[in-house]
Nanobody, 124 residues
Framework: QVQLVESGGGLVQAGGSLRLSCAASGRTFSSYAMGWFRQAPGKEREFVAAISWSGGMTYYADSVKGRFTISRDNAKNTVYLQMNSLNPEDTAVYYC?????????????????WGQGTQVTVSS
């Protein structure tokens, strides 16, 4: 089992930036892929970005491609989500998740451990 703790959320104006962090403990961090998801009020949880165990492969939802960057530091057991050019549509609770696989996946069903979430609010 993996324990995940997100941080870095907050309130930002449109066009601004935030950097989310997710610290992991438990299973060997470099043995599994990681992902970020988000859930806005009244909407289903949606995929945002994912990264393979080594960090060598990444994948993004079309809605954030070119604005968000996912990265990981296996020495620090931490995954990051750098979010630039934020807009009000990015407002949501952001969750990091640990996959059951080492390879990159975007399937919500393949993520077995979840953080508690961190709120990101973008004002217009």
């Amino acid at each position: 089992q993996v324990q995940l703790v997100e941080s870095g959320g907050g309130l930002v104006q449109a066009g601004g930036s935030l950097r989310l962090s997710c610290a992991a403990s438990g299973r060997t961090f470099s043995s599994y892929a990681m992902g970020w998801f988000r859930q806005a009020p009244g909407k289903e949880r949606e995929f945002v970005a994912a990264i393979s165990w080594s960090g060598g492969m990444t994948y993004y939802a079309d809605s954030v491609k070119g604005r968000f960057t996912i990265s990981r530091d296996n020495a620090k057991n931490t995954v990051y989500l750098q979010m630039n050019s934020l807009n009000p549509e990015d407002t949501a609770v952001y969750y990091c998740a640990a996959a059951r696989t080492y390879y990159l996946t975007t399937s919500l069903d393949l993520f077995g451990s979840w953080g508690q979430g961190t709120q990101v609010t973008v004002s217009s």
